[in-house]
């Protein structure tokens, strides 16, 4: 089983109340999801009907992540898998991972969560 690196410091409850305290100040605040989303400047994606492999530059850590969610893992949520310094590794990365999704492994690694997601 691949398994990807957490470069930030932050722990999911400091992302949770960091995403809700920025959203909440700010002037998306207005906006609806659908919104905030397309502000969200997406780097690589591979969708097919099973699966989507994403990896953008994200606002919660500054860094680069990779995402997967695929239909069989997580009742079909996101599940953070790498984190990158910059667009480089994360192409580089992001290619790595779409191999590995397409051997569908018993499970992933989710970096943010620090735990196991097995296939069900």
């Known amino acids: 089983m691949k398994r990807g690196k957490k470069i930030?410091?932050?722990?999911?409850a400091d992302i949770c109340f960091d995403a809700l305290e920025f959203f909440a100040r700010s002037p998306f605040?207005?906006?609806?999801?659908?919104?905030i989303k397309n502000c969200r400047k997406t780097a690589l994606i591979e969708k097919t009907e099973k699966y989507i492999v994403d990896t953008a530059k994200v606002a919660d850590t500054g860094l680069?992540?990779?995402?997967?969610?695929?239909?069989?893992?997580?009742?079909?949520k996101w599940i953070i898998v790498d984190e990158y310094k910059n667009?480089?590794?994360?192409?580089i990365g992001h290619k790595e991972?779409?191999?590995?999704?397409?051997?569908?492994?018993?499970?992933?690694?989710?970096?943010?969560i620090d735990e196991l997601v097995?296939?069900?």
């Open 8 to 12: 930030s410091k932050q722990t999911l």
């Open 29 to 35: 605040a207005k906006y609806n999801s659908s919104d």
């Open 64 to 76: 680069w992540e990779t995402g997967i969610k695929h239909q069989d893992y997580n009742a079909g």
């Open 87 to 91: 667009k480089k590794d994360a192409k």
């Open 97 to 112: 991972w779409i191999k590995e999704v397409k051997k569908e492994p018993k499970a992933f690694f989710d970096v943010h």
């Open 118 to 120: 097995s296939k069900k």
